[in-house]
């Protein structure tokens, strides 16, 4: 059974504190993927890694980094927090590219005050 | 990019009847269309996919319609429940990048 798990289940920052969210996954599965969840707009793509040290832009890549140095832990890193970053942001992991199916983490409800 | 519309985004039905819910996509190259369900305070988790080469793929009472022509698929619900009650969420990608693209989500509702 595919287990992700996520650092925090909910998080308060204020504005420009570094913030990290941590995502972790146990089944050596390669892709490893950040969505942001915002009401009315979906699941946006922030960032999403192939294997360990690769990084690759989303959609919405402005104002996060990214962080794989181990296969089964993918790192969300806000530099600066803004308002406009308070959100729930969902981590998911899938086996390989061509796989198709992404399991998600339970989410970080992320407020920036 | 590809763009993805879904509509409505909510629906209220009786326990019984059906739902149906519809994306469109705007990137003929896209060939993979998964829906994921995601109940209140949890995360989302896959129930049906369809890859472009199938027109229709079915699974107990949900089922899942392509037109490639017009570009949309569909979500069909039949006998619907109240555990069917979440958001469900359409999305569409293709061989070369493999990125999910989301659609926006629908609230659906069923009452007892």
């Known amino acids: 059974d595919v287990k992700v798990t996520q650092s925090s289940r909910y998080l308060v920052k204020r504005t420009g504190e570094k913030v990290f969210l941590e995502c972790v996954q146990d089944?050596?599965?390669?892709?490893m993927f950040w969505y942001r969840q915002d009401p009315g707009l979906g699941l946006r793509l922030i960032y999403f890694s192939y294997d360990v040290k690769m990084k690759e832009k989303g959609d919405i890549p402005e104002g996060y980094s990214v962080s794989r140095e181990k296969k089964e832990r993918f790192s969300l890193i806000l530099e600066s927090a803004s308002t406009n970053q308070t959100s729930m942001y969902l981590c998911?992991?899938?086996?390989?590219?061509?796989?198709?199916?992404?399991?998600f983490g339970p989410g970080t409800r992320l407020t920036v005050l | 990019g590809e763009n993805v519309e879904q509509h409505p985004s909510t629906l209220s039905v009786q326990e019984g009847d059906s739902a149906v819910i519809k994306c469109t996509y705007s990137d003929s190259a896209s060939n993979y269309f998964p829906w994921y369900k995601q109940e209140l305070g949890k995360r989302p988790q896959l129930i049906i996919d369809i890859r472009s080469n199938v027109g229709e793929k079915k699974d107990q009472r949900i089922a899942v319609t392509l037109n490639k022509t017009a570009k949309h698929f569909s979500l069909h619900i039949t006998e619907t429940q109240p555990e069917d009650s979440a958001v469900y969420f359409c999305?569409?990608?293709?061989?070369?990048?493999?990125?999910?693209?989301f659609g926006t989500g629908t609230r659906l509702q069923v009452f007892p």
């Open positions: 999305a569409a990608s293709k061989g070369n990048t493999d990125k999910l693209i």
């Open positions: 089944m050596d599965h390669e892709n």
């Open positions: 998911a992991s899938r086996v390989r590219q061509g796989a198709h199916e992404q399991f």
